[in-house]
């Protein structure tokens, strides 16, 4: 990419480079990029080369064509896997990514890594749940067998999260996690305990009316009910647990920012491995445009091999190689982890430097926006 915004490192620095020398954008950029070789180049090919004759009238298949036979794999450029191309085309009412995304959730028995520019599409958040409560329901007893862990490394500034505030707000609060948008999630609770308030109100007052035998219990049950509405207001935003599910949502920060200035990493990337065996990776964000409406292009594998140093690779990077922070076991990764993201927590606070990339999603901004 020519890009000054993209010549960045696995470092992410905080200073801005000279455009010979480095990033140049204003901020790090978190991304991924890989080499393709083989006959499934005839099939990127092939996609492109339909799109240019729908809109430029020029037909460069057929030209093309001859070629697909040297297209041979290339060993020294990694190992060789069986991948599969899956797109988003409505004008061919090709909706392949999200096919994809919505079987793959129900296959993970252990972990689930999301690393994406946007992660604000509902349907998946909810197939994830699903998936975890079916195996719940199967006999899996998270204590004995331990839960599905969620792992999402995604953007929470203005410049990343862009005009979807909305349904980010609705993806997290589908994985209980609204209170880490703090700000919509007070409007929203406010909003819910008045109407609580004024539901009990009016039992109350019906109470009051009635007679028989059983109207001083009624009256004292609405009573209640209205005290406890009453004290719920003003009350902390807390996580939901969902069993059989863990979740960390996180975002990333130039591990050496100064104390009083940490400076967002902007996630472009797009991937999302199960496993350690599946993997996707490709142009489509987690949201309904790259889903259902703009034209999008992933590959998708399973070849442990290739897909766990990937995996290992990008934990090291986000955790600066702290201990368990890239490991194999889903739970010790989990808790490496939280201390990464409590320790953070305090450091930004106290105006101390991040220990690592690694830092809890967390907006207080009250930004309405859902054009997407």
């Known amino acids: 990419n020519t890009l000054d915004a993209y010549w960045d490192d696995d470092a992410h620095r905080y200073a801005r480079m000279n455009a010979r020398f480095g990033r140049n954008g204003e901020t790090p950029r978190q991304d991924m990029s890989s080499i393709v070789t083989g006959p499934i180049l005839e099939c990127l090919n092939a996609n492109f080369c339909?799109?240019?004759?729908?809109?430029?009238?020029?037909?460069?298949?057929?030209?093309?064509?001859?070629?697909?036979?040297?297209?041979?794999?290339?060993?020294?450029f990694g190992i060789p896997v069986m991948a599969q191309i899956t797109r988003t085309q409505s004008q061919e009412s090709k909706q392949d990514i999200k096919s994809l995304y919505l079987q793959v959730a129900c296959n993970a028995t252990k972990f689930i890594y999301i690393e994406n520019q946007y992660f604000r599409w509902e349907p998946l958040a909810k197939k994830i749940k699903e998936a975890a409560a079916k195996q719940v329901a199967w006999g899996r007893d998270p204590g004995k067998h331990g839960s599905i862990y969620l792992f999402v490394v995604t953007n929470s500034s203005d410049d990343g999260m862009g005009v979807?505030?909305?349904?980010?707000?609705?993806?997290?609060?589908?994985?209980g996690r609204a209170n880490l948008m703090s700000g919509m999630a007070k409007e929203h609770q406010d909003i819910q305990q008045?109407?609580?308030?004024?539901s009990a109100v009016n039992e109350l007052a019906i109470a009051r009316m009635s007679s028989g035998t059983d109207a001083a219990a009624r009256q004292k049950a609405a009573q209640k009910k209205l005290d406890d509405a009453r004290q719920g207001r003003n009350g902390p935003l807390t996580p939901k647990d969902i069993p059989g599910l863990k979740i960390h949502i996180c975002t990333l920060?130039?591990?050496?920012?100064?104390?009083?200035?940490?400076?967002?990493?902007?996630i472009h990337s797009k991937i999302m491995i199960i496993d350690d065996v599946f993997l996707t990776h490709g142009s489509a964000n987690i949201n309904t445009r790259?889903?259902?409406?703009?034209?999008?292009?992933?590959?998708c594998h399973e070849r442990m091999d290739v897909t766990q140093p990937l995996r290992r690779r990008l934990w090291n990077i986000h955790t600066k190689g702290i201990k368990d922070g890239a490991s194999d076991s889903p739970e010790d990764a989990f808790m490496a982890w939280k201390k990464t993201i409590d320790?953070?927590?305090?450091?930004?606070?106290?105006?101390?430097?991040?220990?690592?990339?690694?830092?809890?999603?967390?907006?207080?901004?009250?930004l309405k926006s859902q054009l997407d």
């Open 194 to 198: 008045q109407h609580d308030v004024m």
């Open 290 to 299: 790259s889903m259902e409406v703009d034209s999008e292009l992933n590959i």
């Open 164 to 175: 979807g505030t909305v349904s980010t707000y609705k993806m997290l609060d589908s994985l």
């Open 343 to 366: 320790q953070n927590a305090r450091n930004q606070k106290s105006g101390l430097p991040p220990i690592a990339s690694l830092i809890g999603f967390s907006r207080t901004s009250t």
């Open 50 to 76: 339909n799109a240019w004759k729908h809109n430029a009238k020029v037909d460069l298949l057929t030209k093309r064509k001859p070629l697909a036979a040297r297209l041979k794999v290339r060993p020294d």
């Open 253 to 266: 920060v130039a591990p050496d920012s100064p104390g009083d200035n940490w400076m967002p990493v902007y």
